[in-house]
Nanobody, 124 residues
């Protein structure tokens, strides 16, 4: 059974930092692409960042480049999203995703598995 379990969400002050974790199990993740998306109320799910579990390729949403960093710990089968310099419009539910071969890393439709999401609230 595939499981992606996010954690680390919560309330953060604007300008602060937060690190999300995604614990993965049930698949040979070394062959997968791992990603983070976010969705604010009334909006579509949007791409945040992604990387090949095997390493080598990392992609970020242009608007978030420089503030967010995706990384992984192979020993723990965990993917992380470090978020710095938080802004009030970063308020969203953040989702971890895994895809065997997403046709477009930016499009949530191409991803195979999703976590339940973790809420991030930014207070000004």
């Amino acid at each position: 059974q595939v499981q992606l379990v996010e954690s680390g969400g919560g309330l953060v002050l604007a300008g602060g930092s937060l690190r999300l974790s995604c614990a993965a199990s049930g698949l040979p993740f070394s062959t997968y692409v791992m990603g983070w998306f976010r969705q604010a109320p009334g909006k579509e799910r949007e791409f945040v960042a992604a990387m090949k579990w095997s390493g080598g390729i990392t992609l970020y949403a242009d608007s978030l480049k420089g503030r967010f960093t995706i990384s992984r710990d192979n020993a723990k089968n965990t993917v992380y999203l470090q978020m710095n310099s938080r802004k009030p419009d970063d308020w969203s539910v953040y989702y971890c995703a895994a895809g065997r071969r997403p046709s477009s890393w930016y499009d949530p439709k191409g991803w195979d598995y999703w976590g339940q999401g973790t809420q991030v609230t930014v207070s000004s």
